[in-house]
C-alpha cells in the first residue's frame, strides 16, 4: 500500500510501530543524505563522476590503490563533518525505547553509531569507511596513519605487519561480503514483526534479500524511499517521501 499523502503515511507508521514488539531498519544512503553525505546510484552521485574501483583492480594495481586512497581523503571533511541526521536519531531513540534490537545498514559513515547505537548493534554490510584495514592480516588501522605514509611516500600504504595492501575497512565490489555481518542481518530479518527499509535503492544483492526475508517469515514490511524499488508490490506499506520529514515525528519518542 502506498501512502497517499506524508501525513497519513506517518500516521500508518506509527500505528505499525506502537504494535511491533521487535522492530528491525534496514538503511542505504538515503537516510544519510540530509547529513551532506552524497549517495552513490543516484543523478550527481559520486558514481556518476568517478567509476567505482573493483576489489581485484585495488589489488593488483598499485596506481588503483593511490587512486581509491586519493578519494577517500577528497570526502575526508565530508564524512569528519557529518552529524546524524532525523532519521538516524528516531531509529536511535526507539532503540533505546527497546523497539530495535540492532540496525542493518548498507552504509559507511558510523553515523547509527554517533546517533546511540552501539557498536555491536550495528550490523555493517558494506563495512566501515572511518578507519581501514590490512586486506591480509586484517590489522586495523587509523585513517591518519594511512594519510600520513601516503603523504610521506607519495601512495598508498602496505601493512606495517606483513606488507599486504591496506584499504578503507569497505567492502568493494568484488570483495566477498563479511560472513559474520551477512548472517546476523539474516537472524534479525527472520526474528521481527515490523521491517523497514529505509532509503535504499534495493538493488544491491545480496542485501536486497533481507526485506523480502522478513516478509516471508511473517513481519511486516515497511519501505520509505523517495523513488519506487522494486519491492514496494509487496510491502505493506510504501512512503515515497522525504526521510528525514517522515521519521523526524519519531525522533525523542
Not at 19 to 47: H, Y
Not at 175 to 199: K, N, V
Amino acid at each position: 500500500m502506498i501512502a497517499t499523502d506524508l501525513r497519513s503515511g506517518v500516521e500508518q507508521l506509527g500505528e505499525m510501530i506502537a504494535s511491533a514488539s521487535t522492530i528491525i531498519p534496514f538503511t542505504g544512503a538515503g537516510i544519510s543524505t540530509e547529513c551532506g553525505i552524497p549517495d552513490f546510484r543516484s543523478p550527481g552521485g559520486v558514481w556518476t563522476r568517478n567509476r567505482p574501483i573493483p576489489y581485484d583492480e585495488f589489488v593488483a594495481s598499485r596506481q588503483a590503490r593511490d587512486e581509491a586512497w586519493r578519494r577517500r581523503f577528497a570526502m575526508q571533511t565530508t564524512f569528519a563533518q557529518a552529524r546524524p541526521g532525523r532519521g538516524h536519531r528516531a531509529l536511535a531513540s526507539l532503540y533505546r525505547a527497546g523497539k530495535i534490537p540492532a540496525v542493518i545498514t548498507q552504509n559507511i559513515d558510523n553515523l547509527h553509531q554517533m546517533s546511540g547505537f552501539a557498536s555491536d548493534h550495528v550490523v555493517e554490510l558494506h563495512g566501515n569507511t572511518t578507519y581501514a584495514r590490512c586486506i591480509g592480516c586484517g590489522k586495523s588501522y587509523e585513517l591518519e596513519w594511512v594519510r600520513q605514509r601516503f603523504d610521506e611516500d607519495g601512495g598508498a600504504p602496505d601493512c606495517a605487519d606483513c606488507d599486504e595492501p591496506v584499504k578503507t575497512a569497505t567492502i568493494s565490489f568484488g570483495q566477498a561480503m563479511p560472513e559474520d555481518a551477512m548472517q546476523r542481518a539474516s537472524g534479525l530479518a527472520q526474528h521481527c514483526d515490523l521491517f523497514i527499509a529505509i532509503g535504499s535503492s534495493l538493488v544491491v544483492w545480496p542485501a536486497a534479500g533481507f526485506p523480502l526475508m522478513a516478509r516471508n517469515c511473517g513481519a511486516r514490511l515497511v519501505i520509505i524511499n523517495r523513488e519506487p524499488t522494486d519491492q514496494d508490490d509487496v510491502a505493506d506499506l510504501v512512503i515515497r517521501h522525504d526521510i528525514g520529514e517522515t521519521l523526524g515525528p519519531f525522533v525523542g519518542n
